[in-house]
């Protein structure tokens, strides 16, 4: 009774699994996890017992970490044994029970036991894997979850789906949820046959369409099968497939008659994999002679006719007969059998011309293939036919039907084909075996090749670094690749190709390209530089023919050699190569000559091997693709371009299969707030599980549909022909559109990280609908009922022609126009006008298919009737084209619409657009479209929502959005606080409704609703505080809403600018792509009401606009310039005095050399105020200072940029800025990079790597001195006996200076490791530059990481804790030491020594390198509900009896770490209160394991004047876990006096630490516990 099944593949589960689509486990690749029922409460006395099994995780440590829902499933609670419990037994945690899983059984499944009492409450059970040290294990994001509810729900399913494997238990079986509905089957062998059960669980009548598909899922059949109640909701139905039938795959889908809708595995048909069946065992059918042919029908037709029918009986006697009468015509059929063909003879009483199609059909009626032919003439007026069938294609029935082409007219048996039962003979049986197993040799060895092919086609594409072209041969001929790569000072090309055995040694016809875009052919021998392969003959003028080569393995192939040259490119970067030839344009025939086959997109094969226009990034096929039909093919049209888009997005869902994909959450847990105070744990409650490949996934499907998009996008606005030498019918554009835009809504639901993208696609598309054919047939009803002659040249028959042909929204515009000129009383100018507005001219109009060369005339008919014929003609074309215009869609849309919503959008038509007297009539009509929006997303994030629904909602949500974004752009005199949290909480709704996946984006709409609202009425504490807190959260949605803007840029920008040089687009448009997208959507508007938001907070708040976190007493002056981020000029000498305008600072950064200020743009990319770098900018004198109004930063770069500036800091807690001239000589050199130089030269080059100083491996604190330890270890062991009893610090062990040396000496190491790393730091010298002496620290720190741990190290540690706890009389420090886990932690500080960071901070020092000593000091981690940094004397204004501090969740990292976003500042005075500076904007919090912390302790850490924090790591044992910060439920915000209880306690530690150093200024970290305890982890010297 499987319950939830899991694998690697990303296969659906069901039953009590609460999504239906399952994901890839974290890093568990192909492992597989599953829970069984092993039985129910009547079965053993009350218990549920559910069995967890694990697949494929070898025998490590796995550990099953589980909880129990009590309100509801999806509950997290502990279990007391009465309700719970498992075998193995488990063992109570923190938070949750974990349960050790055993070893593997035989079968590679590892198993534990888990029983749940059936009337104690508990409604669901889930659980987590986890495999020490820190590898969690989930369902995508989610815990793996068991709705014992919905398990009772299905009780009856699963009894079925469990007697029906008892009663087969050799029986392939699957089982998926969808929507709701269980679906379970079972496929057996039934000897030469395969036996289907299908048991579908669900309230609505459902009808099972299946049919068989080989390995590529394609449909070979469809046949429909009734499915009949059997138990309850449950339905079954039973299908027989007959051998032949028994292929690779069954497909299915279900189908609600009653409401029409299909229900699919997510967006694709089930398939199931059938059992392999032996067709040799197949039971014989019944001989000939047992046939007994239907009775004949009486005549009375022409009595020739009869005559016909009499001779052909009598000629054939024994023939089986058959009579109907359809079209009002009588048809005779009559089979005869031989040993070798079944002959059946066709006859017609009918005068017309007509063709028989027919096929063969086993006992499902299905056919099997169809041919045609035509009936022939007999005298008078009948018509007969002759079909053979060869002995193995025979089965039960013929199935045929009649055609008569002069009026397209198909006669059928009533609403059936005509269906003749074919006689048997004996020898067909023997015949058709030695057939099947003949095609089946055949397919074995023609398949034999093409696996291994295949799966070689990865190394042959990482060879081919010029260029590389895949093409997948039509039907089943094979692939084909072409490799270029270089080879010495020549490029060589290799074909490889795996083909068709049938088509046996096969023939390459080819040319050579014209040019690097261009699909001409030209003469290959004719080109120099080439050497073709052996044998190549000329044929024509342009066109050459060689012999593919047998390359071994069923390969073909053949080489090409050519000369190139490579030149710079014109933007500088990568080189260009161009090679003899541009390409090769070829097709292939067999070795008969006779079969011809070419891609199966139905052009040349173009394989480019120019560098020239070829896009360089991620989805190159696609690209070049795209390209290749835009650019080079002869003929293109709307219709084609979308299925060529159809077939991109088909074959990456194929290659997305088994990629890791996350739950589809509700709206209404999308929408959730959750009030609760957050109870600090371990384990985050909104966890940032950071999956390497996952974040890969995401970012490979982004980057294929923002490639769809940009090319559909470029469609739409008319940069890529809508039509080129070919016609389309209206219908036929109406029906593929109908179809691309219903895929774009199956794939919006099954692919949630590429909503955005492919809503923005399916906005690019018009609408398809019904009314296809109505655009061709109504243009001439109109003509003529008024009269208008069908003349050739006229322009009203021109103008027909062309919708007759090729129909484009363009026609939108030119009937507008019309209706305009007969409205205008034949105004032609107005005609124009409005061709005008619609971006048509003269030459466009002449461009067409069918171009229109006239203008317009006046009619002799009734005008008014006239122009009302139109305007009802413009309502067709709308509804094929215009899929935006919102009140067709809502007319489109009704049925998909509930009543209460189509009132609202229909009023949100009714409104008069979005022009507005007042800021509150456009506030009133943007919170009417809200209101609408947010009941539509709701509908579209509902997991019952089908695709033809999704279809409709998106293209009038996204109508809305337009709307919403037009009237924010239009209310920029917006000022009030209350109205624009308002407009900001609506667009953040409909940001998180379009994109379920940005978990942060529903932190921030949690906190806008829960906070927003009562600071945005500055009732929050006060009108100061209600300011900070909404910029707090307005800073971190401005960087949020930023990172996804720069995310579209960057994603969109470089694809719209390659395509645009490829089609030559106008350069206007391609610089405003980007824009223009983004102008109509939440995230501009978004970022429009934040920048409204700003300088009404700053009032408030009375905010300068700048924060001084560096501030100098003197002028600073240097050349100003600009740069993105500073992490990335870090080390960057600047040989000039230099002041930077810079985005982003993390905190972590060096301040470059040279550097003489560092000016913020904004405060969303501002470093925290006591982060390591500006602790460093402070301690060398350097400026840092931040921003709040953008428009200074904006002002600031136009005015200054590349000039001298001086620079100074006002009282006022301003900058003054100005213009000087520029100094000359060496007062324009910056003077710290001559003195650092100075004193690099002077520095000694050998590093201590081989003497231990004579230390012990460890120590404790009442060893310490400032010989052995750093000050980070002294302080705290000198502090702990001068500290008050509520004043804790960690328990501590250190591992002191010559550790390191100890252990690279140790027997261990010395050898293997010793030895290269003399040699590798021996490189560096004092005047080694900093890209030399980076790429020394990555080889340096490879040697560390390959140290191992001497044991008597591991023996002294284990000592030394015992010996503290002892002493403490707890032993914490011991329970928390794991050898493995510590040495890696110990090796990971070691390396933090060899990091560029450290190299450049102590040269400006003065401190050389090589004289670094580390020390480690070991302590247990506190579980921090919050960490803070404190300085004891503010560092702003240098008041002594001020405090100035910081305060973050969870550990420290975040504050003095890289980590956006600000903290909780405040500063307090001596016997005063504390007072907020700034509330926290972080988007993270970092949750500590149990373990230990391992920080480094260096020498370089204690020079006087120079705070060396954080130029090396500190590591913990486990790492920490990530959680989305929510401040909603942080009490340090909420609760006003919890906060100023706590701070003020964190204010009075720092006094303390201050008073036990004896007044000396300190810089202080330390946490907050859960159990609110007060704990420093380490103290220095406040510089």
Known sequence: ??????????????????????????????????????????????????????????????????????????????????????????????????????????????????????????????????????????????????????????????????????????????????????????????????????????????????????????????????LKKVQGTVSEGTVALSGEQCQQFLMFVLHDASTNQWLKDGGRDFAMELPSVDVSKAPSPKASEEFKPAPRLERTNSIRFSKFVKEAVDEDSEATVQEWRAGGMEIVALASASETECIVHVLADTKAEMTVQYGCAGADRAWKFSKRIPLANLPGSAHEAFVSIPASEVDKYLMFVLHEGAVNRWIKDGNNDFCLELPRHEEWDRVQREAEARKKAEAEKALEGRGPFLSKRKEREAKAAVSWSVFDLEGDCGDVDVACYSEGAKLKVELRAWLHPRLGKCTLHFGALQGSRSGDWKPPLEQKGVEWPAGVQAVDAKACQVQLQDMGGHVQGLDIAMTATTKKSDNGSDPVIEPAIAGISFVMKDETGNEWFKPRSGGNANARFSSIGRWKGEWAHVADKIVEQEVTWEQ????????????????????????????????????????????????????????????????????????????QRFSFQRLLTWERNTCTQPRMLAGTTNQITSRMAELWKAHLRCRMWIRWTLATMGRGGNAGQQIRDEILVIMHAHDIKEIHGTYYEQWHQKLHNNTTPEDIGICRAIIKYLQTDGNMSEYWKVLGDHGIDKERLASYSRPITTEPNLPNTDRNRLIKDFERYLGILRSVHDALDLQLAVDHAKWALPGDLQGKLQAICDMNGTKFSSLDEGHGKFMKIHEARQQILSILNSREVQPNQIKELLIIDYSCETQQSVLIQGMGAEARLVQLGDQLSCLLTSLVGHLPTEDELQAILADWNTLGGAAAQQKWNGPTESALLLKAMADRTSRVVGELCDKCQQLMGPKAAFLGEQIEAPKRNIDVFVDEVLRGTSLIAVSLVLQRLEPVLREIAHLPPWQMISPVDKPVQGEFQLIDKMMHIQ???????????????????????????????????????????????????????????????????????????????????????????????????????????????????????????????????????????????????LLQPKLPKDILTPQAVALPYGCMQKALIDATNKDSVLKELEKVLSKLQPKTSNEEAQFVFEQAQLLIQSMKMPESLKTDMLAAMVKVGAEQG??????????????????????????????????????????????????????????????????????????????????????????????????????????????????????????????????????????????????????????????????????????????????????????????????????????????????????
């Open 1131 to 1277: 080390d960057k000498v600047f040989e000039t005095p230099t002041v930077l305008l810079s985005g982003a600072v993390s905190g972590e950064e060096e301040v470059p050399d040279g550097v003489v200020g560092v000016l913020v743009r904004s405060a969303k990319e501002a470093p925290d105020i006591l982060s390591h770098c500006a602790v460093r900018a402070r301690n060398f004198g350097v400026l840092l200072a931040t921003c709040f109004d953008p428009k200074i930063s904006e002002q600031l770069e136009h005015d200054f940029k590349g000039k001298w500036v001086e620079v100074r800091c006002k009282p006022n807690g301003t900058l003054e800025i100005e213009a000087k001239p520029r100094p000359t000589g060496d007062a324009a050199k910056a003077t710290n990079v001559a003195e650092d130089q100075a004193r690099a030269d002077n520095t000694k080059v050998k590093m201590n790597l081989s003497d231990p100083l004579g230390c012990s491996w460890c120590i404790r604190p009442d060893q310490m001195d400032k010989v052995q330890v750093g000050s980070k270890s002294l302080n705290l062991a």
């Open 636 to 711: 293109m049209s709307l219709k084609r371009r979308y299925e060529n888009c159809l077939d991109f997005v088909d074959s990456w869902e194929k290659e997305s299969e088994g990629m890791a994909m996350r739950k589809m959450r509700s709206w209404n847990t999308l929408m959730h707030v959750d009030n609760r105070e957050a109870v600090w744990s371990r384990m985050p409650s909104m966890p940032l599980f950071e999956v390497p490949e996952e974040e890969d996934i995401k970012a490979s499907k982004e980057g294929f549909w923002s490639w769809i998009f940009v090319w």
């Open 1370 to 1583: 707890e032993e914490r420090l011991k329970e928390l030491f794991v050898p493995r886990d510590a040495w890696d932690a110990i090796k990971g500080v070691w390396s933090s020594l060899f990091a560029i960071r450290p190299w450049v901070s102590l040269a400006k020092a003065g401190r050389s390198f090589h004289d670094l000593n580390m020390a480690v000091l070991v302590q247990e981690l506190v579980e921090a509900k919050y960490a803070f940094v404190l300085h004891t004397v503010n560092p702003f204004t240098h008041d002594k009896d001020e405090l100035y501090g910081e305060v973050v969740a969870g550990r420290g990292e975040t504050l003095v770490g890289n980590f956006p976003g600000r903290a909780l500042s405040f500063s307090v005075k001596r016997g005063g209160e504390p007072k907020v500076i700034s509330f926290p904007s972080k988007s993270v919090a970092l949750h500590t394991q149990h373990c230990l912390i391992f920080r480094s302790d260096s020498n370089g850490e204690d020079l006087e004047g120079f705070a060396g924090a954080g130029l090396f790591e500190s590591v913990c044992a486990e790492e920490d876990k990530p959680g989305i910060q929510r401040i909603h439920r942080m009490p340090l915000v909420t609760d006003h006096a919890y906060r100023a209880k706590l701070l003020k306690r964190i204010a009075e530690t720092g006094w303390a630490v201050e008073k036990a150093f004896d007044g000396m200024p300190q810089d202080i970290e330390g946490c907050v516990d859960v159990r609110e305890r007060v704990f420093v982890v380490q103290s220095r010297p406040q510089v």
């Open 1 to 226: 009774k499987p319950l939830l099944t899991k694998t690697a593949a990303g296969q659906a589960a069901w039953g009590a699994l609460s999504s239906p689509r399952a994901a890839m486990i974290g890093r568990a690749g192909g492992h597989a996890v599953s829970v069984d029922v092993v039985s129910e409460p009547e079965d053993i006395g009350g218990w549920t017992a559910l069995e967890v099994s694990a697949e494929g995780f070898g025998d490590d440590d796995l550990i099953m970490h589980w909880g129990v829902g009590k309100q509801h499933a999806g509950e997290w609670a502990l279990p007391v044994e009465t309700q719970a419990k498992t075998t193995p037994a488990s063992t109570h945690v923190q938070g949750a029970c974990q349960a050790l899983f055993p070893a593997s059984d035989a079968q590679g499944v590892r198993k534990v036991k888990v029983e749940i009492k059936g009337d104690c409450g508990v409604k669901g059970f889930q659980f987590v894997l986890h495999r020490k040290p820190n590898d969690w294990l989930k369902n995508g994001n989610s815990n793996f979850l068991v709705n014992l509810d919905k398990m009772q729900g299905t009780k009856a399913f699963r009894d079925l789906m469990n007697k029906a494997t008892a009663a087969e238990p050799t029986a392939k079986q699957h089982v998926w949820s969808c929507s709701g509905v269980d679906v379970g089957v079972l496929a057996s062998d039934a000897g030469g046959s395969c036996n289907i059960r299908a048991l579908v669980n669900s309230e609505a009548d459902l009808v099972l369409q299946y049919g068989p598909a080989r390995a590529d899922r394609r449909w070979l059949s469809s046949t429909r099968l009734e």
